[in-house]
């Protein structure tokens, strides 16, 4: 069984960064795409961005893209989610989550078996 926890997040004024991170428990995380989801109240969990097992691809949502850097330590079982010039509309839960497959970067939670149970991020204005 795989665990995901997730760290990071607080409140923060629009403008402000952050860093989130998310330890993997087990002993396969290198060989596992990681993404980043978020859910705001009252909407559906969207894609944010994802990384593929060598850390050397990957993808992201236009509402973050230039903003957002996603990166993994595999030595260390830890992928981060660094966000900057955060805007009120950034203000959300964020997940991690493991890709059920290997391949690749999987942007559709679908494509994801575990999850961490989230950390809120919320940004004033």
């Known amino acids: 069984q795989v665990q995901l926890v997730e760290s990071g997040g607080g409140l923060v004024q629009a403008g402000d960064s952050l860093r989130l991170s998310c330890a993997a428990s087990g002993r396969t995380f290198s060989i596992y795409a990681m993404g980043w989801f978020r859910q705001a109240p009252g909407k559906e969990r969207e894609f944010v961005a994802t990384?593929?097992?060598?850390?050397?691809?990957?993808y992201y949502s236009d509402s973050v893209k230039g903003r957002f850097t996603i990166s993994r330590e595999n030595a260390k079982n830890t992928v981060y989610l660094q966000m900057n010039n955060l805007k009120p509309e950034d203000t959300a839960v964020y997940y991690c989550a493991r890709s059920r497959e290997t391949a690749s970067t999987y942007t559709r939670a679908v494509d994801y078996t575990y999850w961490g149970q989230g950390t809120q991020v919320t940004v004033s204005s």
């Open positions: 990384i593929n097992r060598s850390g050397d691809s990957t």
